[in-house]
Structure formats: structure tokens, C-alpha cells
């Protein structure tokens, strides 16, 4: 039977955990909040690590206030276990509704606010509450389909609950891009001329001809193309015609795109850990502020389907000896290489799990054929591309480069930042937020634990996101443009989520997990502006 019953004694697993979150929460933003006080910040203006300016989305805190006390009320009575427990958290909510009243009508009285505003800010901080809340029913209505000890959930279940996750994972992230300005909130990065990669559809006389003349046209090229082979302009122009150019369309196809990493993620993280843990993993994912921030603002979400799905066969391809999977890891390889340079870096994982996988003497065969395939169908498709259309790899990434340097220099110029050797820690400190803070300790959870538990597999995460962070040369916009870190950071958490509630007797605390997870993704939208 699944298990879903808090202690019935005590502080429950659920709260212990959601306390600890709010408390490193609390203490991230107050020391990142005293150094830029003080005059310390990585980001020219941002008290935080990445692009965050102190912006409300809302004139009024009263909403976003309303917004907080009605969903606790709601959660309270859902997942209270008992009927002592609903009727005092009824007693202690309506005391604090009647406190927000009183603040209300002190507010109105001092500051008045029309009603056009105050229900327009209403709306657009509702919905992503509203959807997540409609998610977490759902989640909690079918929990005895796959959140149990004595069996993995059945395959029938799982596809069914993955399309779920999808369209949650689609609707959760367009709401809370809709916290500003509504649906110009989700095709702000693309209406941006000259930034994104969508404004250099047409560049060329069709998708060939972007390939061969790249190299002619790129100083030309938006600000994000300059510095990135022609694979995320062709990708866009591939979606442009079924639903042409304007901005918004083109960004609901982004986040539809985007959505279907959940897919190689559950087979990826399946093949390492179970059924179960896959699903924990891709309910993680969803929920990540990375993901959900960003999946409707930036074109980077696009790169994630191809580096999940790289992941999974490649994997694969060692524990099954398939010709078949490491073929087609090498082409999965080859086309992140033509989306950004940046994703070659996620080499680093096949390096140190083949390494891994070579020390068992009976997997040798499986990790050099692997090896070998996959380097000759990286090389075959540059190859083909290069043949059918004469684009220079090696070309573009010396272009590529050259315009990086001198973008850096620029920015020094005009924003001056620290030196490269201190974003070795500023960039972590970056993920350690849009990873999700309940993720990251988590993931820190593992790590810790990872001699009793799974110590191969510590190893080679850990180690692949120690290269990632070294060869990630930008100082800062990591919260979007090094989304591919986040695999390496979900599948670890997931494990250490998996084996915690199995400890407890109870999933209170991955209940507390996705709340806190949401929690987080709706109040940096509402409170901080993410720009770009």
C-alpha cells in the first residue's frame, strides 16, 4: 500500500523538511542581500547572483499577500491528517485572514487602488496557483498508482501520469510568465528584435543556405546567434513554418518543445534508478525555477530535449551493448554541438560514466563499442552537414569565440563584473537557487550519504558537475544559458527524495518538496525581475 500517512505523533516529516527549506531560503537571501549592501554583487544592480532586480510584478502587496494566505488555507485543510489539526489550522488562518483585512482596509484607505488594477494583478498572480494547486490534486488522487514501497508503478500508469506532468509542466510555466504583463510576459524574449534567435528567421534564402553562408551573415545576426552555431535559428525556422513568425506563437512552440525533455528524463533516470524515482525526477524537473522561469522567456529550453534524449541512449547504449543506441547517441551528440557550443561539455558525463561502467570487467566490450560507435556517428553527421552544405564547424566555433571575448570586453566596459576565477563560485551559487532550493539540498543530501547508497553514482555526478562548472565560461546568466546542468543535479535529489520518504514511513516530505518548489518559482517571478 502506498504511503501516505503523516507521523502521528510530532513534528510530521513534511513540516520538519518545508522548515529547513524556508530556513536556508531565509539565510540565501540574507547574506546575498547584506554583501550587496555593501557593495558586492556579481551582477551590475542585482542583489543576487543572476539578472534580479527588485521589481514586483504588482503595485499592491496586498495580492500577492491574498494569494499566500488563500493557497495555505487550502493546503492546510487538504493535507491536514486530522480533525483537530484542520480545526486549528481554520482558527489560525481565519485569525490571519482577519489580520490581512484589517491591512487591507488600512491600505485602500491611505493608498487607494482602482478596481481595474487591483483585479488585473489578481488574475496574473492567480493562475499559477490555481494550476499548481489543480496539479497537486491530481498528483495526490492517483498517489496510489506510483508512490509505493512494495512495487514500481506499471508502465500504463507511468504514460498516463507523464502526460500529465507535460501538460503541468507547459500550463505551471506559462502562468507564472503571465505574473507580468500576461501573455506579453510569455513572448517577451522573442517581440526583443536583435536579441533572440527568432528575429533571424528569413536571414538567408532557406535552412541550407543559413548553413553554408552562416559565417558570411553572422555579424548580422541577433545578439544570442552571434555567439551560437546556426542549429537554434534553423530549429525555429523549422517551427515558423507551421505557425509562422510572431513572437507568441513561436514561444507556446517553444514551451511545447521544451515540455518533451520530461520524456528522456524518465527514461534516462529510470535506467538508473527505478520507475519510481524517474517519476519523483521529472515532478522535480517540472517544478525547478530554472525550468519554469525560463521556459517560456528563453530559447534555451530548446537545447534540453536533445541533451536528455542524448543522455538516455547513450546510457542505454552501455547497459543494453546496442549498436543502435550508440549510433544514434552519437547523432544526438552531434546535433547539441550544432545548438550550442556549451552542450559539448556534457562529454564530460559520458566520460566519467564510461569510466565508471569500464571498471567492471564485464561491461568493457559495451563501453569501447559504445566509444567507437559514437565518436564515428558524431563525425558522420558533421561530415554530412559539412558535404551538403559546406558549413566549417571548426570555423563557426573560432567566430563564436572571437565575438565572446569581445562581448566580454564590452561588458566590462559598460557593467564591470569580478574576474572570471571568482564565477567558479558565484555560478554555483546561481544553480544552488534556480536548481531549486529544496533540489539542492537534496542533491547536497546525497552527496553526503552517497558511501551507504550509491557511491558510483555520486562520483560521476559529482565530478561532471565540477567540469561543467569549470569549462561554463560566462560570468553569470547561468539561471538559463546552463540549463544543462540540471539533470546531473535532479536524478541525485530525486534518489536521496526516494530513499528519505521510504525512511519516514510517509511522502509528506515529497509533498513539502513540491510545494516549497512552486512556492519558489511564483514568489521570484512576483518579486524579482528576471530580465535578460
Not at 554583487?41 to 542583489?47: A, C, D, K, N, R
Not at 537545447?303 to 544526438?332: D, E, H
Not at 561502467?357 to 558522420?380: H, I, N
Request: proline share 5%; with cysteine.
Amino acid at each position: 500500500m502506498p504511503l501516505m500517512q503523516s507521523e502521528a505523533m510530532g513534528e510530521s516529516p513534511g513540516a520538519r523538511w518545508a522548515g529547513r527549506y524556508v530556513r536556508v531560503l531565509a539565510w540565501y537571501l540574507l547574506v546575498l542581500t547584506a554583501l550587496w549592501a555593501i557593495g558586492i554583487e556579481g551582477i551590475y544592480g542585482s542583489p543576487l547572483p543572476f539578472y534580479a532586480l527588485v521589481a514586483p510584478a504588482c503595485s499592491t502587496a496586498l495580492v500577492p499577500a491574498l494569494i499566500i494566505w488563500a493557497s495555505g488555507f487550502i493546503l492546510w485543510l487538504g493535507l491536514a491528517s486530522n480533525r483537530s489539526q484542520r480545526t486549528r489550522g481554520l482558527l489560525l488562518w481565519s485569525l490571519a485572514g482577519l489580520g490581512l483585512a484589517l491591512l487591507a482596509f488600512a491600505h485602500i484607505h491611505f493608498k487607494p487602488i482602482s478596481f481595474a488594477v487591483f483585479s488585473s494583478c489578481l488574475w496574473q498572480h492567480v493562475l499559477a496557483p490555481s494550476i499548481f494547486l489543480a496539479g497537486l490534486a491530481a498528483a495526490r488522487l492517483s498517489a496510489h498508482c506510483w508512490l509505493s514501497v512494495e512495487s514500481e508503478p506499471a508502465q500504463k500508469t507511468i504514460r498516463w501520469f507523464l502526460l500529465g506532468i507535460m501538460i503541468f509542466s507547459f500550463a505551471f510555466a506559462g502562468a507564472v510568465a503571465m505574473i507580468r504583463d500576461g501573455t506579453a510576459g510569455i513572448s517577451q524574449a522573442y517581440a526583443r528584435h536583435g536579441y533572440e534567435y527568432a528575429s533571424d528567421i528569413g536571414t538567408t534564402s532557406g535552412i541550407q543556405g543559413l548553413f553554408r553562408d552562416y559565417l558570411k551573415v553572422r555579424p548580422y545576426l541577433s545578439m544570442h546567434a552571434k555567439v551560437h552555431p546556426p542549429g537554434p535559428i534553423a530549429l525555429l525556422w523549422l517551427f515558423s513554418y507551421g505557425i509562422g513568425q510572431d513572437p507568441l506563437p513561436l514561444s507556446l512552440a517553444t514551451m511545447a518543445f521544451g515540455v518533451l525533455a520530461i520524456l528522456p528524463l524518465y527514461g534516462w533516470v529510470s535506467d538508473l534508478a527505478g520507475r519510481r524515482t524517474a517519476l519523483i525526477a521529472c515532478i522535480l524537473y517540472s517544478l525547478m525555477p530554472s525550468i519554469v522561469l525560463f521556459t517560456a522567456t528563453s530559447a534555451d529550453i530548446l537545447f534540453m530535449p536533445f541533451t536528455l534524449t542524448t543522455l538516455f541512449l547513450f546510457t542505454r547504449a552501455i547497459q543494453r551493448r546496442s549498436v543502435s543506441y550508440a549510433v544514434a547517441a552519437g547523432v544526438g551528440y552531434a546535433l547539441m554541438s550544432l545548438l550550442s557550443f556549451s552542450l559539448i561539455a556534457v562529454g564530460a558525463y559520458f566520460a566519467f560514466y564510461g569510466l565508471w561502467q569500464f571498471a567492471d570487467k564485464k561491461k568493457r566490450y559495451a563501453v569501447a563499442q559504445t566509444a567507437v560507435v559514437m565518436l564515428a556517428a558524431f563525425l558522420g553527421l558533421h561530415a554530412a552537414v559539412r558535404y551538403g552544405t559546406g558549413f566549417d564547424i571548426a570555423a563557426c566555433f573560432q567566430a563564436c569565440k572571437t565575438q565572446f571575448e569581445t562581448d566580454q570586453m564590452h561588458l566590462d566596459r559598460l557593467t564591470p563584473r569580478f574576474p572570471a576565477w571568482t564565477w567558479r563560485f558565484l555560478n554555483p551559487a546561481c544553480w544552488f537557487y534556480f536548481a531549486g532550493i529544496p533540489v539542492s539540498l537534496l542533491f547536497l543530501g546525497f552527496a553526503r550519504r552517497a558511501q551507504h547508497e550509491s557511491p558510483g553514482m555520486a562520483v560521476v555526478m559529482i565530478a561532471t558537475l565540477l567540469t561543467l562548472n569549470l569549462l561554463y565560461l560566462a560570468r553569470g546568466e547561468g539561471e538559463r544559458s546552463a540549463m544543462y546542468i540540471l539533470p546531473f543535479v535532479v536524478l541525485p535529489a530525486a534518489c536521496r527524495l526516494d530513499v528519505v520518504c521510504r525512511e519516514d514511513r510517509c511522502y509528506d516530505p515529497f509533498w513539502a518538496t513540491t510545494l516549497f518548489l512552486a512556492f519558489q518559482c511564483w514568489l521570484t517571478e512576483s518579486w524579482f525581475y528576471t530580465f535578460w
